[in-house]
Nanobody, 125 residues
Framework: QVQLVESGGGLVQAGGSLRLSCAAS????????MSWFRQAPGKEREFVAS????????YYAESVKGRFTISRDNAKNAVYLQMNILKSDDTAVYYC??????????????????WGQGTQVTVSS
């Protein structure tokens, strides 16, 4: 069992930056791939980025490549999403998720095992 709590969301102007954090409970954090998804009003939840258990490989949605960076600190049971050059299209609730027994780059939200409650990111234009 893994419990996830996101933080760091807020209101930012277009072109600005935010850093999201996801704190995980449990002693098995390092055995889970971690990811970030987002969901805008009226839209389906979509993949943003993911990272392997060791942090050695990362995966990104095309829409955020070059602007967002996912990282993790297994000693702190935490995963991060650095978001730069934010656009109004990035406005959404952002969720972190943990998965085991799946490919780290899996974009299907139903295949990830555990989810946080989400944090709102609003980008004003």
């Amino acid at each position: 069992q893994v419990q996830l709590v996101e933080s760091g969301g807020g209101l930012v102007q277009a072109g600005g930056s935010l850093r999201l954090s996801c704190a995980a409970s449990g002693r098995t954090f390092s055995s889970y791939h971690m990811s970030w998804f987002r969901q805008a009003p009226g839209k389906e939840r979509e993949f943003v980025a993911s990272i392997t258990t060791s942090g050695g490989s990362t995966y990104y949605a095309e829409s955020v490549k070059g602007r967002f960076t996912i990282s993790r600190d297994n000693a702190k049971n935490a995963v991060y999403l650095q978001m730069n050059i934010l656009k109004s299209d990035d406005t959404a609730v952002y969720y972190c998720a943990a998965g085991r027994g799946i490919l780290a780059g899996t974009k299907r939200p139903d295949l990830w095992n555990y989810w946080g409650q989400g944090t709102q990111v609003t980008v004003s234009s």
